[in-house]
């Protein structure tokens, strides 16, 4: 059986963004709740010198856009880092959501051996597209949806608790990539597996 690159691309980061969708109305329902400052979960961090979780959405939803848009070979859309509350936060992802999901199977179509190059200020780093796909996307992808759980969950028991409740109701769901059958839990079976 052969995987398109298209398979563990596009439906795998649509499906995380709509988790972390999923945790931030959790969020924001807690806030509410407690009567938390909706500019304080997005300024959250661990740690002094970590980005907040504004930043780890933002992040997590430039890398998935940025993936989207090279390996089909057009241009990356630009979105502004002004997200300062859940709601827009939820807005950006929305927005990251709408451009991943118009791409295509057949834009991806050879792109695992597109030439991808990335500039930074001080390195370039070079890439086939399967390589940039599997070597860079996706685990700085998930290092940020993880990081952006982290810091909802540090800054709010109640979230936690109320997703811990919602994991103990096992589902099952069908693979985006196979139609295999698997079982899953919490905010992730309401949308599918990751």
């Known amino acids: ?50 980005l907040p979780l504004s930043a780890q959405i933002q992040i997590a939803c430039d890398t998935a856009k940025g993936a989207a848009a090279r390996l089909a070979g057009i241009e990356i859309p630009k979105h502004a880092d002004t997200e300062a509350t859940l709601d827009e936060l939820k807005a950006r992802i929305a927005k990251t959501l709408e451009f991943i999901k118009s791409i295509k199977p057949d834009q991806l179509q050879g792109a695992e051996t ?37 810091l909802l969950r540090n800054s709010a028991n109640a979230i936690s608790s109320a997703l811990s409740n919602e994991q103990a109701e096992r589902r099952q769901v069908s693979s985006p990539v196979t139609g295999a059958k698997c079982s899953t839990t919490g905010a992730v079976a309401k949308n599918g597996p990751t």
């Open 1 to 50: 059986m052969s995987v398109s690159l298209y398979e563990v691309s596009i439906p795998v980061l649509s499906l995380s963004l709509n988790n972390l969708a999923a945790i931030l109305d959790k969020a924001a329902s807690h806030a509410e709740t407690k009567k938390v400052d909706p500019k304080a979960l997005p300024a959250a961090r661990l740690i002094i010198d970590m």
């Open 114 to 150: 597109r030439e991808i190059t990335l500039q930074f200020p001080q390195s370039t780093l070079k890439f086939t597209g399967v390589n940039y796909l599997t070597n860079f996307v996706l685990p700085n992808f998930f290092f940020h949806v993880t990081m952006a759980y982290a």
